[in-house]
C-alpha cells in the first residue's frame, strides 16, 4: 500500500524571515559585547532559551512515569501528577462503578469498570494532543496544555453513580419527579448531569492533593479552571468566545475529552473499543488510523480538529459503531428492564423521598450535595441493601432479590419507528386504549395496562435525527490548511437515509415461574400488541 504522507504546515516566508533576523540581531549583540557582560549575556540566553524549552517540549523523559497494562491500548505512561490523582479515594472509587451497569447482567464479560476507561481516555488524549503537536508546531502547544487536556480525560466520569448512566438517566429524575408530587422540598438541580459532579469531585482532589504539587508541574489556577471546561465541554458557538481557561486560539483542545461539535472525542474512542472488546462485537471504526490524520484546521474564523477527506468513511463508521452499541447492548431488551429496576430498588430505599427521612434508610438522591457524601456512592450500596434486615428496605431488597433470581418481566415484542407518529406520552395512552378495549381470543384470559408497561427507546447516530457527517470538517491533501463539511458525492451511497428511530417495548409485568395461566396471559398481550402495532402504529412487530 502507498505510503501516505501527513502535512506539515510551515511559518509563513514573512514570518521565518522576522524570527531569522531578529536570532541574527540576537549574535551580533552577543558578538559585540565584552567581558564580563558576554558572559552574563550568555547566561541570559540560555536561561531564556531553556524556558521556552521548558514550556513546548513535550519531553517527559526526566519524569519518573508509571505503566499501566491495558487490555485495549496495550502499555499506557502515566505522568506523576496523573498517577498522584489516580491514588485518591475519589478516583479509586471507579474501581466500584460498572461502565456498562445492568448490560453486566446480560453480557457476562462486560464486567469493566469506570476506573480503567477513565485512564484509556487519559492515554488517548495524550495521544491526540502529542500528534497534533509534532505535525502543526505552530500550534504552540504547552506542556501545561497536554498535562491539562490528560487530566481531563483522567477526571471526566468522576461524577457518575451506582451503575453509571442508571443513576443520572433514571433515578436523578424520577426521584425529581416523586419530590414534586409528595410536595417535598425540590432541591435537585434541573438537568443535573454526572460532569457538573465531576467538576465537584475534581475540584476535592485539587484541594486534597494541595495547590503545591500542582504547581511543581506548571499548573496554576487558571489551569483548574481549564481542566474543568473540558471536563464539561464547550458548547458549539460562533458567538464571542466565552472561557476563561485558554483563549480562542487554542478552542481546538476543548474537542478532545467531551467535544460538543460534532461528537468525536477520546471518550468515545475508548468507550467504543473497550465495550466492543468485553462485549465480544465487532468494532468496524479504527480510532488509531483516524487519530494520524487529525489536524486543525481554520474554520468560520475558529480552530477546529479536522480530518483527511477520505477518512470519511471512518468516521462514519465511529457514528455506526454508537449505534450498533446502543441497539445491541446499551438499550438491550432484557438489559433495559434490569436497569430500570435497578432505578426502582434505589428510590424505593432513598429516605430522602419520604417526610419523615427515616434513619433506617440511605442517602441516595440527597448525596448529590455534597462531595463527601457521593463519593461513597457506588455500585455496592444494592449489596448494602440486599445484606440490610431493615424493614424500611424490604420493597427495594425484593426488587433486588427478583434480579438476582431472574424472575424478571417477560418481554412480549418491539416495534421499529422511523417516523415520529406520536409523543411518547401520546404511544402510551394509545397502548393502554388498546389494552382496554382488547377482546380475547380466549375467554378465561383479561388483560390490565398496569400489567403490561411500554417503554419508548430512541436511536440515533448521535445527533438526533442529523447526520453527524455534516457536521465533521474534512481537508484535502492538496489544501491541508483548508476544511469544510464534506460533499455529498463524497459519500456512499449505501448510507442511511434516517438517522434516527425510536423502539417501542411492552412487557409483562408477571415474574418467577411461567405457569399455564401466565403463559395464556402472554399468549394474548402478544396478540393484542400485533393488533394495536397494525391499527395504530401500521407496522409490524418483531418478536
Request: charged content about 30%; some cysteine; overall charge neutral.
Amino acid at each position: 500500500m502507498p505510503k501516505e504522507r501527513i502535512p506539515h504546515a510551515e511559518p509563513s516566508r514573512k514570518l521565518y524571515e522576522h524570527r531569522k533576523s531578529l536570532l541574527q540581531e540576537l549574535k551580533r549583540s552577543y558578538d559585540a559585547s565584552e567581558e564580563p557582560d558576554k558572559q552574563q549575556l550568555w547566561e541570559m540566553i540560555t536561561d531564556e532559551l531553556q524556558d521556552i524549552l521548558k514550556k513546548y517540549t513535550l519531553d517527559f523523559s526526566k519524569e519518573q512515569m508509571k505503566i499501566f497494562n491495558d487490555p485495549i491500548h496495550g502499555h499506557i505512561a502515566l505522568h506523576p501528577l496523573l498517577v498522584k490523582i489516580t491514588d485518591t479515594p475519589q478516583f479509586q472509587r471507579l474501581r466500584h462503578l460498572k461502565q456498562l451497569g445492568g448490560t453486566y447482567l446480560v453480557y457476562p464479560g462486560a464486567s469493566h469498570n469506570r476506573f480503567e476507561h477513565s485512564i484509556g481516555v487519559a492515554h488517548l488524549a495524550g495521544r491526540l494532543v502529542k500528534s497534533l503537536y509534532d505535525n502543526q508546531p505552530e500550534l504552540k502547544i504547552t506542556k501545561q496544555d497536554f498535562l491539562c487536556v490528560q487530566i481531563a480525560g483522567l477526571c471526566h466520569d468522576l461524577g457518575h453513580g451506582p451503575l453509571s448512566h442508571v443513576f443520572d438517566a433514571l433515578v436523578i429524575p424520577e426521584a425529581k419527579k416523586i419530590k414534586k408530587l409528595k410536595g417535598l422540598p425540590e432541591d435537585i438541580p434541573e438537568s443535573w448531569k454526572h460532569e457538573q459532579m465531576s467538576v465537584q469531585m475534581f475540584d476535592s482532589i485539587v484541594k486534597s492533593l494541595n495547590e503545591e504539587v500542582l504547581r511543581e508541574h506548571g499548573l496554576t489556577d487558571i489551569d483548574v479552571i481549564f481542566i474543568k471546561e473540558l471536563i464539561e465541554g464547550a458548547k458549539a458557538s460562533d458567538d464571542e468566545w466565552p472561557y476563561k481557561g485558554r483563549n480562542v486560539e487554542k478552542s481546538f483542545l476543548y474537542e478532545i475529552v467531551a467535544n460538543k461539535q460534532n461528537g468525536i472525542d477520546v471518550d468515545k474512542w475508548d468507550y467504543f473499543a473497550r465495550d466492543c472488546h468485553h462485549l465480544g462485537i465487532r468494532n468496524s471504526f479504527d480510532h488509531l488510523r483516524l487519530l494520524k490524520f487529525a489536524r486543525v484546521c481554520v474554520v468560520n474564523g475558529r480552530k477546529h480538529i479536522c480530518f483527511r477527506d477520505k477518512e470519511a468513511d471512518n468516521v462514519y463508521d465511529m457514528f455506526r459503531t454508537r449505534y450498533t452499541l446502543h441497539r445491541q447492548a446499551y438499550q438491550h431488551k432484557i438489559g433495559n428492564i434490569i436497569e430500570d429496576m435497578f432505578a426502582k430498588a434505589l428510590l424505593l430505599a432513598d429516605r430522602d423521598l419520604h417526610e419523615d427521612r427515616p434513619a433506617d434508610m440511605l442517602k441516595i438522591s440527597e448525596a448529590i450535595k455534597s462531595v463527601e457524601d457521593y463519593y461513597k456512592l457506588t455500585d455496592e450500596i444494592f449489596e448494602q441493601i440486599l445484606s440490610s434486615t431493615s424493614p424500611n428496605l424490604k420493597e427495594s431488597r425484593d426488587i433486588l432479590d427478583k434480579i438476582m433470581r431472574r424472575k424478571l418481566p417477560k418481554f412480549i415484542g418491539e416495534a421499529r419507528l422511523t417516523e415520529k407518529i406520536m409523543s411518547k406520552e401520546e404511544l402510551q395512552m394509545t397502548w393502554k386504549a388498546a389494552v382496554e378495549t382488547y377482546t380475547p381470543t380466549d375467554p378465561t384470559v383479561s388483560l390490565n395496562a398496569e400489567e403490561l408497561p411500554v417503554y419508548v427507546v430512541d436511536l440515533d447516530h448521535g445527533m438526533k435525527d442529523k447526520n453527524p457527517i455534516e457536521h465533521v470538517y474534512f481537508y484535502s491533501k492538496r489544501k491541508p490548511n483548508e476544511a469544510s463539511t464534506i460533499k455529498d458525492y463524497q459519500l456512499s451511497s449505501f448510507l442511511p437515509r434516517r438517522f434516527n428511530e425510536e423502539l417501542v417495548r411492552v412487557y409483562y409485568g408477571g415474574s418467577g415461574a411461567v405457569k399455564e395461566e401466565e403463559k395464556r396471559k402472554i399468549e394474548e398481550a402478544d396478540k393484542c400488541f400485533q393488533t394495536w402495532c397494525r391499527s395504530s402504529l401500521s407496522l409490524q412487530a418483531a418478536q
